[in-house]
């Protein structure tokens, strides 16, 4: 029977005894929970769950459908000695039975563990207790202990490499001995033996000399993890080795001095072999793993950590400038960037002009132009100018300390598709020893095969078999893609959009912003009974509210011509309409016909009429009203982006079909729609009914990806299977969005997906080579080939080919490090 977890989880947002009682009866009805029951009054949900059948994340997404929160501490545990995923499950499943621990997420490759806890109930006293007792080392909490992760590695690496020299040596020495003539104790031996009876091996007794302390040398970390994994009644890979390893040995022994065997059952040399060949296999997996993950630790290498601070007078002149960590910048202050230096913090440029390489944070080769009010992002390099700018942004709430946090979030999730493996780990050593045993069995009492043959096989078969090629299948591959997709511009935030992103049959879009530039320019500013200056001061004065492109645009417009704006009172906006607000106590409107029709506003036929001539040029056309009375009318337009059409095109050629939702009328849609080639168009669309667009699409069995950048677009980012938030828009589209597109580049939508199928194309590789090998290899260790060819697998080849195998998966993922989408490719050909 599964072991129940009981948990008593802060929840946010309960208000009244209904909200009590949408919880408990939503949870009541999840097969896996077994208990659930909200309290209003400390806010807690306390439930007892089985965790083989629902895991917290799926806890945390029926309470958030509900509109309520769950709310936890968090820590990243950074942990040394895992080596294969029965580690990474030993250290899930051990930490999650410790009350007040919610969720554990191990990493393989970062050699790190994720954990939602409650700081109340539990300390890092417990948890390590845990961690040690299984053989493994804290090393500390990440962002609280300064932990050195690259001497850690080449420490551990130099360990490894000398227990393989040791290793290799030795058993050279040993293969010597075995063959050779040379046997200094044969006389003192038999003579021993015929004057005692006993039946001891000279050489047997040389070899056991020479090779007892390195055997254990090169053994000691696999039979110390395989002791703790037996201790906590776990059997996991080192005791599968640590038992090949000990029969080996012990066998050696016991042939060396006739107890029960005889002496052709030595095999010093394989014994010490064995683990050399293992050691071999982490050593190269080690190295393998960490380039996996080269790409964070390259962005994570673009943080300057100093700065150039300055003080100014009154005149702008620099009075005195000092160099300051960048932990020391606040908020607004001038920092001096020379040429050649990266960017310390997020801000505007207030002085100087350059030129900025950006590369690394959208994927974009050419520098930019910077000048005064341009925007500047920590971690990209001033080219060959002086720059000033303020601090707009520091420390975790840069863009470059959002994409870390986005690319290492993503690296550790896992897609839907690891379930499987895991699920094939957890049986996999057990069936394994079945097997190990029975063939055994059948050797020697059924076929009547010799000791020392049936062993052999036993022991290959425990070495050979190896469930660590198809640990490292998944979580491999989603951390070189997930990289090498940020190298592009493209954060793609958990595995699952991994996985899903190439499976969808529906790509809609937003158009401003999205298809298009989202700058819009005006064209045409018609005013009535005022002058034109005198409508632009009014619409400036209520759009100075708005961050709307189209707001933008006007009170951009407004300071060009220098104009002093009006204050504004009890401002509202009024969704997919427009806004109001009180100007001198009148009631000033901005906004679409449907805002005019909404507030009961007469427009004049002769308003109509230029309204739909603007309209049939694609014209995005502004109504401005002052108590009631329409005061004119300002049409923009916006261009289309270069890359739309393209973008379109290559999502018609992969057979997904387009839609453009957008708020903007109807002949303005059109037209942009049939200049990018999108069929599907739905026009004067409210943010609601994006959402239910989306919903209604869902209902016909397709999966759909939406690509929006403003708040509006929101609700469809999350209702959508997958929602892709354009990085020019604004945070909030940023965090409703799975996908994340830097630099807004169209183009990358495309890319993502093609990205997606490569990913899980290599995954499906590795899975089946993992498969492959131990379908292969298993037999051949069992002797299947030995009755027809006289084929046996020794356990020291059994260990160099169960090393190579991960290293071989490994490999393949490191191949998605080269891989450039196809969008991409034609790009760089046309």
Not at 80 to 105: P, W, Y
Not at 178 to 193: K, T, V
Request: one cysteine or more; aromatic letters at 6%; charged letters at 25%.
């Amino acid at each position: 029977m599964a072991r129940l977890k009981s948990m008593d989880l802060p929840i946010e947002g309960m208000h009244c005894a209904s909200c009590v009682l949408s919880v408990n009866k939503t949870l009541a009805g999840i097969e896996g929970v077994e208990e659930a029951d909200a309290d209003l009054a400390s806010n807690k949900l306390h439930i007892i769950v089985n965790p083989k059948k629902i895991s917290y994340e799926e806890i945390e997404k029926l309470v958030k459908n509900l509109g309520f929160e769950l709310r936890c501490d968090e820590m990243t545990l950074k942990i040394q000695g895992m080596h294969c995923a029965s580690c990474t499950m030993n250290v899930e499943n051990f930490l999650i039975r410790l009350n007040g621990i919610f969720d554990v997420k191990a990493d393989l490759i970062s050699q790190s563990a994720k954990i939602k806890y409650d700081s109340s109930k539990i300390d890092i006293a417990e948890i390590e207790k845990v961690i040690k007792s299984l053989g493994f080392e804290l090393l500390g909490i990440e962002g609280q202990t300064v932990i050195d992760e690259e001497a850690n590695y080449q420490k551990d690496l130099k360990d490894k490499l000398i227990r393989v020299v040791v290793g290799l040596t030795f058993s050279a020495i040993l293969m010597i001995l075995m063959f050779s003539s040379w046997d200094p104790l044969m006389g003192i031996i038999a003579s021993f033996n015929e004057s005692n009876g006993f039946n001891i091996s000279s050489m047997g007794l040389i070899s056991l000399i020479v090779s007892i302390g390195p055997f254990l040398y090169i053994s000691m970390p696999i039979l110390k993890a395989g002791f703790n994994g037996l201790v906590h009644k776990n059997l996991n890979m080192d005791v599968m080795y640590s038992m090949g390893i000990l029969v080996a040995y012990a066998s050696s022994i016991f042939g060396t001095f006739g107890i029960v065997l005889n002496h052709t059952f030595m095999f010093y040399d394989s014994a010490v072999m064995l683990p050399s060949f293992l050691m071999i296999g982490r050593y190269l997996e080690a190295r393998a793993k960490k380039r996996t993950s080269d790409s964070i630790r390259e962005l994570i290498g673009l943080q300057p950590t100093v700065a150039t601070s300055i003080d100014v007078d009154k005149n702008g002149e620099i009075t005195s400038q000092k160099e300051v960590s960048i932990s020391d910048i606040v908020l607004d202050d001038l920092l001096l960037v020379k040429p050649g230096e990266k960017i310390p913090v997020d801000g505007d440029v207030v002085g100087g002009n350059s030129y900025v390489d950006e590369s690394m944070i959208n994927g974009e080769p050419i520098p930019k132009a910077k000048k005064d009010g341009e925007e500047v992002f920590a971690g990209t390099i001033n080219q060959d100018g002086v720059l000033y700018i303020k601090a707009k942004k520091i420390g975790k709430e840069t863009v470059l300390s959002n994409i870390i946090r986005l690319v290492e979030k993503a690296q550790s999730s896992r897609p839907p598709v690891q379930k499987f493996a895991d699920t094939v780990v957890t049986y996999f050593i057990p069936t394994i020893l079945t097997i190990a045993v029975a063939v055994f069995l059948i050797w020697y009492f059924l076929l009547d095969e010799t000791l020392l043959f049936s062993l052999t096989c036993l022991i290959s078969i425990l070495v050979v078999a190896c469930p660590c090629a198809l640990g490292l299948a998944t979580p491999t591959a989603v951390t070189v893609g997930v990289g090498r997709a940020a190298e592009f511009g493209i954060l793609i935030k958990n595995g699952d959009t991994l996985e899903n992103a190439g499976k969808i049959n529906v790509a809609a879009f937003d158009k401003t912003g999205t298809i298009t530039e989202g700058k819009p320019e005006i064209d045409d500013v018609i005013s009535y009974d005022s002058s034109n200056e005198d409508l632009i001061r009014l619409a400036a004065s209520i759009e100075q509210n708005s961050t709307h492109p189209i707001a933008k645009a006007i009170v951009n417009k407004s300071k060009e011509m220098k104009m002093e704006l009006e204050q504004t009172a009890d401002f509202e906006n009024i969704t997919g309409k427009g806004i109001k607000a009180k100007i001198n106590s009148k009631e000033v409107l901005a906004g679409n016909l449907s805002l005019m029709e909404l507030e009961n506003v007469e427009v004049p036929s002769n308003v109509l009429d230029k309204y739909c001539e603007l309209e049939k040029l694609s014209k995005t056309i502004i109504f401005f009203a002052e108590d009631k009375v329409v005061k004119g009318i300002i049409s923009l337009s916006d261009k289309v982006k270069s890359t739309s059409k393209r973008t379109i095109e290559e999502l018609h050629h992969m057979g997904i079909e387009t839609y453009m939702l957008t708020g903007d009328n109807e002949n303005t849609a059109l037209n942009v729609a049939g200049d990018v080639g999108i069929s599907n168009v739905k026009a004067n669309v409210l943010p609601e009914n994006k959402l239910e667009i989306v919903r209604e699409i869902q209902n016909n069995n397709k999966k759909v990806l939406f690509v929006g950048d403003g708040i509006n677009d929101a609700p469809a980012l999350t209702q959508a299977d997958i929602g892709v938030a354009m990085g020019n828009g604004t945070d909030i589209a940023m965090e409703s969005g799975d996908i994340v597109v830097m630099e807004g580049d169209l183009e990358n939508v495309v890319a993502a997906i093609q990205f997606s199928k490569k990913v899980m194309k290599r995954i499906k590789e590795n899975i089946f080579w993992a498969f492959a090998y131990n379908s292969i290899l298993i037999p051949v260790a069992a002797g299947v080939l030995y009755p027809a060819f006289g084929i046996t697998f020794k356990p020291a080849l059994a260990g160099l080919a169960m090393a190579l195998s991960s290293v071989t998966v490994v490999s393949l993922s490191l191949l998605l490090k080269r891989y450039v989408p196809e969008i991409k490719r034609k790009k760089v050909i046309n």
